[in-house]
């Protein structure tokens, strides 16, 4: 494809919900002698969000910056990046063709008739085509990278995806949905970023297909997706329709509409006619300003938070090291209170030990006067008051000795040390 006698970047991205037929339509799309089909990317969306912030830190001083200081604005900036991008994946070719060729040889069971990424050597393929799902959600930035580039969105039933996304086990990584809720969410999210999409930029660029009338009429669905493209139609696209390609289930197993075990809830309800609105909507002829903002707003979030993210995280772990800090400084308050209360503890338990023993000591005095008494005096009726008061003495001595000043006062003092030091230790 030339404009104006030169190359014009304009790649093909398929988008859509996952199990929506991406990946059937990419290789449809790659049969065509100027279409190379790819595999799926997943890297380009997050690589333009990513290009916009740097150019936004490249620029963030004006004048004193050096995108800015030379005159470098973002749009010049994402498209040349496009342009690098579009030259690599299209002058690696053949390394694709050999590592498609080696697999075949390595497992023959891996060849399908109908799906080659060249037919022929004289294919001219100067156009590429990535099937990559979760670009529904960067559009915006994908055209910043590739202004020229054409989005085919293929639309397929809200319950009929839900069900196949329940029932998809890829090869690496976990399931794509783990609740019927979490598939119809899912299929919501991208499919009205692909609605959005074709209202932002209009026919010119977004292209919606029916999985319906893909499965229904082959040939006639592609007519008109190569028109869009402005490529002419080749029979030969139509072949690989005739395989399954990472379908969730065989010919007898897959399930009708709406067979979904949660196909009632209202998160499916409100997909169905989500579904019902954007089939009755055609993807206007001209964009609509008002969804444009709103494509481009979430695209400069995305892009804000990318530019943010080292000095976000940055503030975080400030934040997290002052907090640390005063959890430390309040620790070790406690930790100094509770000293000064055991040091307080240890000063009131010493002074009271010492009454206790001059107490002791008078108590033993007057058990010895006492018994001297006593010993002197020769009316009955005093020798007895003498002789109970000595032993009321020697009694109360005794059990300040034992009970007082050994086991009243010697437990709670450890108890109020090791508080803090446990916490301490915790």
């Given at each position: 494809m030339k404009v104006n006698g030169e190359h014009a970047v304009a790649p093909i991205f398929v988008v859509g919900a996952p199990r929506s037929g991406t990946s059937i339509l990419t290789w449809c799309l790659g049969q065509h002698p100027n279409i190379l089909p790819t595999e799926e990317s997943d890297w380009l969306g997050p690589f333009a969000v990513q290009a916009a912030a740097h150019h936004a830190r490249g620029s963030a001083r004006g004048e004193r910056s050096q995108l800015s200081a030379l005159g470098i604005e973002r749009p010049e900036f994402l498209e040349n990046f496009g342009r690098a991008i579009d030259s690599m994946t299209l002058g690696h070719r053949g390394t694709l063709e050999r590592l498609n060729h080696a697999v075949a040889e390595r497992d023959p069971t891996q060849v399908r008739a109908g799906l080659s990424v060249s037919r022929s050597a004289t294919d001219p393929k100067a156009r590429w085509v990535d099937g990559t799902p979760e670009y529904s959600l960067y559009i915006c930035g994908l055209h910043q990278l590739f202004p020229m580039a054409k989005f085919i969105h293929i639309l397929r039933d809200p319950d009929e995806v839900a069900a196949s996304m329940l029932a998809f086990h890829p090869e690496h990584g976990g399931p794509l949905?783990?609740?019927?809720?979490?598939?119809?969410?899912?299929?919501?999210?991208?499919?009205?970023?692909?609605?959005?999409?074709?209202?932002?930029?209009?026919?010119?660029?977004?292209?919606?297909?029916?999985h319906a009338d893909l499965a229904a009429q082959p040939a006639a669905a592609l007519r008109g997706v190569f028109e869009f493209l402005g490529e002419e139609f080749a029979a030969e696209c139509v072949a690989p329709l005739a395989h399954r390609i990472n379908s969730s289930f065989s010919a007898d197993t897959r399930p009708a509409a709406g067979g979904s075990p949660l196909a009632a809830t209202e998160r499916a309800e409100h997909a169905r006619q989500l579904c019902e609105r954007i089939r009755a909507e055609p993807v206007p002829m001209t964009p609509s300003p008002q969804a444009q903002a709103e494509m481009e707003a979430d695209f400069e979030a995305r892009v804000h938070r990318a530019a943010n993210l080292d000095e976000d995280f940055a503030n975080t772990q400030r934040l997290f090291e002052a907090l640390q800090q005063t959890a430390m400084g309040t620790q070790a308050c406690e930790l100094e209170q509770a000293k000064v209360l055991a040091n307080e503890k240890t000063r009131q338990l010493a002074a009271t030990r010492r009454a206790l023993a001059i107490c002791g000591i008078v108590f033993a005095l007057q058990a010895t006067c006492a018994v001297g008494v006593y010993l002197l005096t020769s009316a009955a009726d005093a020798r007895a008051v003498w002789l109970a008061f000595a032993g009321v003495s020697a009694l109360i001595y005794a059990w300040l000795r034992r009970a007082g000043l050994r086991q009243l006062f010697a437990r709670p003092l450890p108890t109020i040390v090791a508080a803090p030091e446990s916490r301490e230790r915790t």
């Open positions: 949905a783990t609740s019927a809720d979490e598939a119809y969410a899912y299929w919501e999210r991208t499919t009205a970023a692909c609605a959005l999409a074709a209202q932002a930029l209009g026919a010119q660029f977004v292209h919606r297909l029916r």
